[in-house]
């Protein structure tokens, strides 16, 4: 039997046992229906119908049925658990049917706060172990191991039978069995669960556990009622300090709000204003900061205490207490009706101030009205009296009095503008009068003021008006005059300008038909000077006349020629200039003239030289280049013209430095270009330096073909051969090859260069040997070096170690008496000076290493 069906026996023995009997195999004793039926009439308390006495099958399963119905008739749903398994024996199932009797009659029953039976039984086991030490109920398996929460539920409730404080937790059988025999022996509990398995099992059945507990529960329900009772008074004093506190704050919020209305009311109900519309409007702030700030928390006030209010009779309802009564003159209905009267004062006092300020506005309007119209005629008529009385039309030129008399007919049209401003200006005083406006005094005076001005300004204006117009027929009479110069004098004046510009004007030529086109553009100006001058007395005599008139009339400015800032004066400087200017420039033609012929000389002499030495210069560029060729001779040949032609040149040299020389004259000449000559200075400088250069540079070309070809033993009709195929390929006679041109040109010397991969390597090793530097191109000198290698026989560092072995007698080292005595001393000494020591086995003082030394002439070791 496991722990579980120890338990579940141990439960239905508590109860059976009052009804004076037992079981001891709950599989078994169940079978028959009756024992089930005699413990459920004990833990329900009612009778069940009468049972079936006979022994046989049905009469079993007829029993367990009506056992079986009445759990349904409780409310509880048997899932799967019928009455052949339980006559059958069936553990599994008679274990589950007595769960749920347990379940649905000892647990179900249990109630904390509204919870489940089980979540209730475990808050329960939770709040009465809470101040127990190393007691933490969490569940009904693992929680109960150690037995310390077996202990301190029975000394929650029963401190006397179990001294809590020499409990441990590390002694949970002692524990267990503590709690147990305890409850058996004074709780009347009977042992339901064994400690060795509660112990041993690594989670034990909360099933059994919750069966076990629950007893404690029942066991201890006296006192769970006592402290239910406690609770139940707490409770009710809560909510009669709650509603208390409702109360008091309501008559506090009521008491607060009817002060501030009664604070509020006769504000709202004064009428007073100093009778302007600024402290009227003054007003109407003040309240509309009343009811931005100062009302809507009393709104919220209010409705927070009608809030209170509600809240407070309906607990008071829930509670069964009676109904509050607010004291005398704080009800609801009176905070209402003194709330009502607060809006009825505030729309009044609003209402009032809006006509107010609508009365005051239309007075203030027409006081701004006037002040503005007023202002804006006064700021108009500012100075216009002292204008209209000015004399300046005295001292005015005519296109002033004329620009003075559009004004004033300006003025005059703007004159009859206002005179509506004038008439508005008066109606306004007289409405202003009419409603009794506090500062009319003020306006009176003011609007007196204006009409009385008015009347002055127009007599003015006509006064004015007949002066300008004898002023403008006085100026007339000169005005002609002055226009008259003015159309004249300015393009004589132009004219001036120009000529005087014309005759100091820089000029540059640079040959004798550009100064002979100026000259005869002089001569043909000169031929118009009658006209002109005949033109300038014209002119003066105008201003003749108009100086007549002036003083004549006493003409104040009368002189001054509105049309033209040219005088009389200014004409006759500049054509005095003229006159002096003529001669002036023929002088200085004539001087250029002599310049340019000059000039055309040294043009003359300098292509007759240079169209000499510049013909001479490219025939012998020419014929150098053909000797650098090799089309001419045997090397020899060529360098002994090439030395015939270098001495040429050099004796050629003076015709060059007289070139220089005239050069020179020419520059400081300023002349620019040459019509008798396509050679300048510089192409000459550079062809003579060019043929230097070439002249050199190919001697210095046939002298190493000739140190190669003795050299290397070749033939001269190797190096024709040679010469003629690299010719062959320099299609631009520059003296070089390019790859692909050189490639050409070893195929046709019989070089074999493959079209494959391989032919591609090896013509990139020759590249590398004929063009190290990598430029792109191969001098004839790389190339004839290269062919000579490839065609004659060369000497290598074994060769030159056989020789070194045959002078020192086949020695594998050789002495310096023995170099000196065999080769010419300058070349003895050189090989002494250069050859390391011996090292080798048997070497005498002295001895040197000829093989390392043949070897590294050859760059084949470090040496």
Known sequence: MDYKDYTFTAWCNSHLRKAGTGIENIDE??????????????????????????????????NVNKALDFIASKGVKLVSIGAEEIVDGNLKMTLGMIWTIILRFAIQDISVEEMTAKEGLLLWCQRKTAPYKNVNV??????????????????????????????SKDNPLENLNT?????????????????????????????????????YYHAFQGAQQAETAANR???VLKV???????????????????????????????????????????????????RRKHKPPRVEQKAKLETNFNTLQTKLRLSNRPAYMPTEGKMVSDIAQSWKGLEIAEKAFEEWLLSEMMRLERLEYLAQKFKHKADIHEDWTRGKEEMLQSQDFRQCKLYDIKALKKKHEAFESDLAAHQDRVEQIAAIAQELNTLEYHEVANVNARCQRICSQWDRLGALTQRRRAALDDAERVLEQIDLLHLEFAKRAAPFNNWLDGTREDLVDMFIVHTIEEISGLMDAHARFKATLGEADKEYQAIVNLVHQVESIVKQHQIPGGLENPYTTLTAHELNRKWSDVRQLVPQRDATLAAELRKQQNNENLRRQFAEKANAVGPWIERQMDAVTAIGMGLQGSLEDQLHRLKEYESGVYAYKPHIEELER??????????FENRYSQYTMETLRVGWEQLLTSINRTINEVENQILTRDSKGITQEQLTEFRASFNHFDKNRTGRLAPEELKSCLVSLGYSIGKDRQGELDFQRILAVVDPNNTGYVSFDAFLDFMTRESTDTDTAEQVIDSFRILAGDKPFITAEELRRELPPDQAEY?????????????????????????ALYGETDL
């Open 29 to 62: 004793d169940f079978r028959n229906g009756l024992k089930l039926m005699l413990l459920l009439e004990v833990i329900s308390g009612e009778t069940l119908p009468k049972p079936d006495r006979g022994k046989m099958r049905f009469h079993k399963i007829a």
């Open 138 to 167: 969490q569940n009904f398996h693992l929680s109960f191991k150690d037995g310390l929460a077996f202990c301190a539920l029975i000394h929650r409730h029963r401190p006397d039978l179990i001294d809590y404080s020499k409990l």
């Open 179 to 215: 709690a147990f025999d305890v409850a058996e022996k004074y709780l009347d509990i009977p042992r339901m669960l064994d400690p060795d398995d509660l112990i041993n099992t690594p989670k034990p059945d909360e099933r059994a556990i919750m069966t076990y507990v629950s007893c």
């Open 233 to 235: 008074i707490c409770k």
């Open 240 to 290: 009669n300090q709650e509603n208390e506190r409702l109360m008091e704050e309501y008559e506090r919020l009521a008491s607060d709000l009817l002060e501030w209305i009664r604070r509020t009311m006769p504000w709202l109900n004064s009428r007073q204003t100093d009778n302007s519309l600024a402290g009227c409007q003054k007003k109407l702030e003040d309240y509309r900061t009343y």
């Open 662 to 671: 005239i050069h020179q004259a020419v520059q400081e000449g300023m002349i």
């Open 831 to 855: 090989c002494v000076s250069r050859m390391p020591p011996y090292r080798g086995p048997g070497a005498p003082p002295g001895a040197l290493d000829y093989m390392a030394f043949s070897t």
